[in-house]
């Protein structure tokens, strides 16, 4: 059997070069006992049901870990105490013990109106932070009276095109209070500006204003492909938020560093892994370029990841990627501060694993996610509503979501101790596999002189779009099993395809939002308005940091399609190449 | 002229010859995992496919579908906005008499958006979790009968 080649491998490594924490004695008993097992376990003729067993990642699953897999980990080394470097056990000391994770489900549709609706109806049944999820139309910087936004107004997230809106949206919402994510990149600076200074109109001081933009630029041509600038203006755009956050925003995370997308594009775990890595490399050595001590800024960087059904594989990721990070931001970056080490992240889980067929198996998926984001530590988590793969979630099932948060955290008793998984031979052993298998990418992305570079090679894209289609392929050759969509096909019941779904009557949704911004423009004094756009172009063309101008052409109601229209024509706008 | 190689493949897939395909990326979502998986499966099983990439109007549809001669247009969308552009694409497609091209397509569709859309002449809509086979299937079925209603 191959695998039992491993285990030999791994006795002969030991034998020369001792590492671990096990003697050498137990050891080589422990080998001589796994032997006889699989001599015994071939005699008595078990076999497998599979030829191999492999994560996403393709990484080989062995039948049973034993301490061999793990013999050469130095406990302290690799895995430590929570809180403490390299993290691998959680960036807490006590995790869940003294916070629950925040439970911020990602909402948005319709009008600003309807979407504040939707944030209190959640905060109101238990949820402890907001993220907004905005419609293309704001996601790529257009008002809704563009011609491009037909159709698209209020249908995929909610529409936000000024000031006013974004006024709207948060009324009667606490913003010193609740934190505040914002899916948005390109238009970052703009919308973290309408996001202040709304906070700043009602009282709240800079340093209660919490939560994230995510303005993770690279990762967007990658996956997500909401990009707007090329790479290089996009890079800047993302970093001059990172700067003027950390000047006056304590408590903002000006960035969320992204794998979701990546994964959800067609990433296996381990690429999601090392190219979210690598963008925060990128990140991390463009702040440092222009001055910035790395404990100076590293504290406030977030990331986010995906949860997927894999659980063991997930988890691994999570802990793989603190240990990581901090090893990067120790060895490579120079950082001082525990808290610059730390990898901090949101954990939504996956959409792409969700299916329209029996939809409502995908309450149970969903929950396997969630609990491997909760496994893995993440700070907050995102738990999908089950009929993301046919619409955005009605009420019902944006509160199913919400409560299976809730159950893990309250009922299942899984937040009772720190990283419950850690010690599992098979979780520390798959925890070291992925890191390894992430280095390589990571090397080979510094060996094309970074992420910036690499993506502008296409090499990223090219690896994920591969991966997709294995996948997609793995499922229509039935190597992957799907349930009740490749395999145990039944009968589909009337109430499984005809759930009640979320409509949205965009015609009247886009009507409102223009009448919105007709009012806002007939109300504003013009003149100042082409004064700060004005001075918006002459600071992006001497290359100066745009997050102040931007911010003066805000609070002047200047809107969101103007403000990133000065950007388009200073920029330029990217094209990505076709690769399929 | 095909190679003696693909002629074989052809052959083995029933093509007799090589159909084209435009898939497109329509409305402004950036979705476009599903969109490439398709247009990767059609040219591994023999058609020639143009894909457009991402963000695509109405009007640069059916321009393409038309400027690259296809006998079949395979739309993406998953920004919600079928309801919107879809119809345009058909519209337009009238307008500059081309409606002997049919449409199929797919993404996030909720069921009764299925419904309307195939009432005003979508040939067929995939929804998430339908076969590549039978997406190849139904769209070597709609280029066989265009070219036969073209002879």
Redesign the interface.
Known sequence: MKSFKLYLTVVIFIKGRYLGDYSEDFIQALARALKEWHDEMVRAGYKDRLNMFLTDSGIEIKTVYTPLDIASTSYFEKIGLPGQYPFTRGIHYNMYRGKIWTIRQFSGFGTPEDTNKRLKYLVEHGETGLSIAFD??T??GLDPDHP?A???VG??GVSVASLWDMDVLFKDIDMGKITTNMTINPPAPVMLSFYVAVARSRGVPDHMIGGTTQNDQLK?FIG????VFPPRPALKIGVDVIEWSIKNLPKWNPISISGYHIY???ATPVQELAFTLADGIEYVREMIRRGYDVDSFAPRLSFFFVAGINIFEHVAKFRAARRMWAKIMRDWFGAKKARSMWLRFHAQTSG?EL???EPYNNIIRVTLQALAAILGGAQSLHTNAFDE????PTEFSAKLALRTQQIIAYESGVADTVDPLAGSYYIEWLTDKIEEEAWKIIDRIENMGGMLEAIEKGYPQREI?ES??RR?REI?EMRRI?VG??AFKGEILENE??IP?LE?D?PSVRAHQIARLRKLKSSRDQAKVNTTLTELERASSRGENIVPYIYNAAISLATLGEIMGVLRNVYGEW??P??? | METREEVQILGAIGLRRRYRVLVAKL???????G???V???L?DAGFEVI????KQ?PEMVVRSAIQEDVDVIGISIL???????VPEVLRLLKEYKADDIPVVVGG?I??DDAIKLKSMGVSEVF???T???HIIEKIKELAEKRRKGLE
Do not use: C
């Not at chain 1, 997500?224 to 990009?227: G, M, N, P, R, V």
């Open positions: 293309e139309v996601l790529l491009l037909i159709g698209e249908v995929e967007e997500q492909k909401t990009y959800e594009a067609g792409v299916r329209a067929i793969a046919l619409a955005l779009t997709a289609y997609q229509e799907i969509v490749n395809v005809k779904l949205i965009e094209s990505e076709i690769i399929y | 409305g402004l979502d950036g979705h476009d995992r969109a490439k998986i247009a990767r499966a040219k894909y457009t990439g991402i109007t920004s919600g906005a079928h309801m919107a552009l996030i909720p069921w929804f998430p979790d076969p590549l086979s």
